[in-house]
């Protein structure tokens, strides 16, 4: 299974698209994803699921996606404590791999970096949080395309992101 954020949220079992189960299981599951192997509490998830502005049946509505999430992922998601954790194994997060590549010195492995990009990261998500958290995945790339200008790799991205107010 391999789970793309920088792009669109999509998550792939061996080439093809698995549907997470409609805009707040995506929104859940990015949520997760951003914080792969580390407990996000309730209100969290709650927080980025509503903005702010959580229903009366939030805690009941994170559970049954929670469920649904786990449906569709076996043995990915366990409870920890007053919240949940995501497991991934190695590999499968492309941000990650985009880390793992960037902290290389040589050109080529940061090309591969610069090619896991899809779109603006996380687009299509709404909410603070979410927003967040892609403007700060979107500047990454951009650093790493100012870092491959500098070193003269004549590396011109295909993927329009907006700029620092876009």
């Known amino acids: 299974m391999e789970f793309l954020l920088l792009g669109p949220i999509e998550v792939r079992d061996v080439r093809r698209r698995v549907a997470a189960g409609g805009p707040q299981a995506e929104k859940a599951l990015a949520v997760l994803l951003l914080e792969a192997g580390r407990q996000v509490d ?5 927080e980025a699921l509503w903005d702010g502005a959580p229903p009366r049946t939030a805690v009941h509505q994170v559970h049954k996606l929670i469920g649904g999430l786990r449906r569709r992922f076996p ?3 366990e ?3 007053r919240g949940y954790r995501l497991g991934l194994g190695p590999h499968t997060l492309d941000v990650d791999r985009f880390t793992e590549l960037v902290a290389r010195p040589e050109i080529p492995g940061l090309v591969a970096a610069l090619a896991l990009w899809r779109g603006p990261a996380l687009v299509g998500m709404n909410g ?3 927003r967040a958290a892609a403007t700060a995945l979107d500047d990454r790339r951009r650093a790493l395309l100012a870092r491959l200008a500098d070193a003269g790799a004549g590396i011109v991205s295909t993927v329009d992101l907006p700029g620092p107010t876009g």
Do not use: V
Request: hydrophobic share 45%; no cysteine.
């Open 75 to 77: 043995g990915m998601i």
């Open 79 to 81: 409870t920890d404590g």
């Open 42 to 46: 309730l209100d969290t998830l709650t």
């Open 128 to 130: 603070r949080a979410l």
